[in-house]
């Protein structure tokens, strides 16, 4: 029964959202963009960077980068639909409030799962060589990441029902999180203290985590904390999204 | 012996579909000071709704009709008392209220973008019905709601009626015997409304659906409702039939619009006489002078007041007799006039 109602939400999402060919030429368009206008800077410095690659070390940062930001903005639309009622007679109906929110999320993360595949895909052109099984399990973390942000996103919405409220809310914390998680260049190139300040983001523990997988390097510290932090952000997030679709009046 | 069977299966407590004691629901809202502020959205009311009644919730904006009817329908938790609706109680067995009942809310329930077929199908899917059935249930009522041809079309290509007429069909696509209508037509021109109505009413006729909807337009409860409960801050201020609550009001208004400005302080001595209320004189806008007052049995009345002034030689631009409407029934149960809301 709850998955039967999950996948009517989430068929119903997602027909929704392949009817609207900007929103999908946007979001494949992105990743393509990053690759070909930034990825060329980043080429020369890979070796001052220490890494041998310089894609192994670019890609899992975009991946981290559509994972965080893409989901982030998802409760947008969810507040657009609040508006035109749709939230409140789904509400009416029996079906499970977690389903709802879960099929909502199931459609971001296939899109950023079909965005972090055309990615790595291109990536291969421009010359990226690493462990395959590493990069699937790269962007697994990357989809999770994905469903705690969308999931957090879609609470934020059902709270504030406001665009006004919650774009400064999501660019406050997007900002900081883009620029402590060393998604386009490594912390380990700035000073001390901003290495100290971002050891503080849960993030960057990820796309280190990420970047160690891409290589091939399955059993490290690293890649332990980041597979910890996602679990942890994932269950945090559903926790918060959950709560929020069962609470009254949400 | 038959007849009285008949009386009391019609009164007896099994039929009521909904039944709510002392429901109450406060938000807490902050003061101009930092201090909390509890506001009474509704202030404990008792409702009984029999089935096959058509029960219309009557109160200006933000009298509390929105915040009932939320309670009614599971979406929202009382503070205080409690509710049956559809046999179950609205606090601990929200699943089986929301299976039996159908809601439609004022603001809408599908997605501009989408398309109506397609949505009421999936929100039928919800409700457990499979997906055959809900496409069958779906066209049956595009068909009864005078939606035939739209089933592809997206909801913002709808017209205003249109599109309220898709909020119902989503509403009872699950079948239910227990239907809400929170403000259907509002924002709807009158055509339009008179249309929708025609529909609301062949709810009971034709599905023998029990009906309860708020709305702060009077001429809609009085068009629709078998009975009305009048909402003012939080509370219920009256509960009757339209022709009842009506009859409260001391009187049909007789207004008189003399010729000769003149001449009104001796019409208005000749009303005086029939008069159940204060005669007010008033100078109206393009200059005459009009004279009014609410008379019992007006009908039955003006012939002699009108005797009366013609012997008087008082010449008349016209004569109202006005029969009293909600909006008096509104204004002498409150003090305030609902139009001021409207």
Redesign the interface.
């Known amino acids: 029964?709850f998955w039967?109602?999950t996948y009517?939400?989430f068929?119903?999402q997602l027909?929704?959202a392949l009817?609207?060919p900007a929103w999908v030429i946007i979001g494949l368009v992105q990743p393509i963009l990053y690759l070909c206008l930034f990825g060329p800077l980043l080429e020369p410095l890979a070796s001052t960077l220490g890494a041998e690659n310089a894609y192994t070390l670019f890609v899992p940062g975009l991946l981290v980068q559509l994972g965080l930001f893409g989901a982030l903005f998802a409760g947008f639309g969810l507040i657009?639909?609040w508006?035109?009622?749709?939230i409140?007679?789904?509400?009416?109906?029996?079906?499970s409030r977690t389903a709802l929110l879960l099929g909502r999320i199931l459609r971001d993360v296939l899109q950023l799962f079909v965005q972090g595949i055309v990615l790595i895909g291109l990536a291969f052109l421009f010359g990226l060589t690493g462990s395959i099984l590493g990069m699937v399990f790269g962007l697994i973390l990357t989809v999770l990441l994905g469903a705690a942000c969308a999931a957090a996103s879609n609470a934020l919405a059902l709270t504030t029902k406001s665009e006004d409220v919650m774009a400064p809310v999501i660019n406050s914390i997007a900002l900081p999180v883009l620029l402590l998680s060393g998604i386009l260049l490594p912390m380990t190139i700035g000073p001390e203290w901003l290495q100290v300040v971002s050891d503080f983001m849960p993030t960057k523990y990820i796309v280190n985590a990420i970047r160690e997988l891409f290589v091939g390097d399955f059993f490290t510290i690293t890649t332990m904390w980041g597979v910890i932090w996602t679990i942890v952000l994932f269950a945090a997030g559903l926790y918060v999204g959950t709560r929020t679709f069962r609470k009254?009046?949400a | 012996m038959s007849v009285a069977v008949v009386s009391v299966t019609l009164t007896s407590k099994g039929d009521q579909v909904i039944t709510a004691r002392g429901l109450a629901r406060t938000f807490e809202g902050r003061g101009r000071g930092k201090q909390k502020e509890e506001v009474k959205a509704v202030a404990g009311v008792d409702i009984d709704v029999a089935e096959g009644e058509i029960v219309g919730f009557l109160g200006p904006n933000g009298a509390g009709k929105t915040t009932t009817l939320?309670m009614l329908?599971?979406?929202?938790?009382p503070t205080a008392g409690s509710a049956t609706v559809a046999g179950y109680d609205v606090a601990t067995q929200s699943?089986q209220v929301?299976?039996s009942?159908g809601?439609v809310?004022q603001?809408?329930?599908?997605?501009?973008?989408?398309r109506a077929g397609?949505e009421i199908m999936?929100?039928g899917?919800?409700?457990?019905i499979s997906q055959k059935q809900a496409e069958s249930r779906g066209r049956e009522l595009f068909e009864q709601l005078d939606l035939e041809g739209l089933w592809e079309r997206q909801p913002r290509a709808m017209s205003g009626g249109q599109r309220r007429r898709l909020?119902i069909a989503?509403g009872l696509v699950h079948d239910p015997t227990l239907v809400f209508l929170d403000e259907p037509t509002t924002g709807l021109d009158p055509q339009a409304r008179a249309n929708l109505w025609t529909h609301i009413a062949d709810l009971r006729t034709k599905r023998g659906a029990t009906i309860f909807l708020t709305t702060h337009y009077l001429d809609e409860a009085d068009a629709l409702c078998d009975r009305i409960l009048v909402i003012d801050h939080g509370s219920i201020v009256a509960s009757d039939t339209p022709d009842a609550l009506k009859k409260q009001v001391a009187g049909d208004l007789v207004s008189l619009v003399v010729a000769d400005p003149a001449r009104a302080a001796e019409a208005a001595e000749l009303l005086g006489r029939i008069a159940d209320t204060e005669v007010v004189i008033a100078e109206s806008h393009d200059g005459f002078t009009g004279v009014s007052t609410r008379v019992r049995g007006a009908g039955h009345e003006v012939a002699g007041l009108i005797r009366g002034l013609d012997a008087a030689g008082i010449a008349l631009e016209s004569i109202e007799v006005r029969r009293p409407t909600l909006d008096d029934v509104f204004l002498d149960l409150t003090g305030r006039s609902l139009r001021e809301d409207a």
């Open positions: 029964m039967r109602e009517i939400v068929r119903r027909r929704m009817r609207n657009a639909e508006r035109a009622g749709v409140e007679a789904e509400r009416v109906t029996p079906a009254e009046n | 939320r329908t599971t979406l929202l938790k699943q929301r299976r009942i809601y809310s603001s809408g329930s599908t997605s501009p973008e989408a397609e999936d929100h899917m919800l409700y457990g909020d989503m």
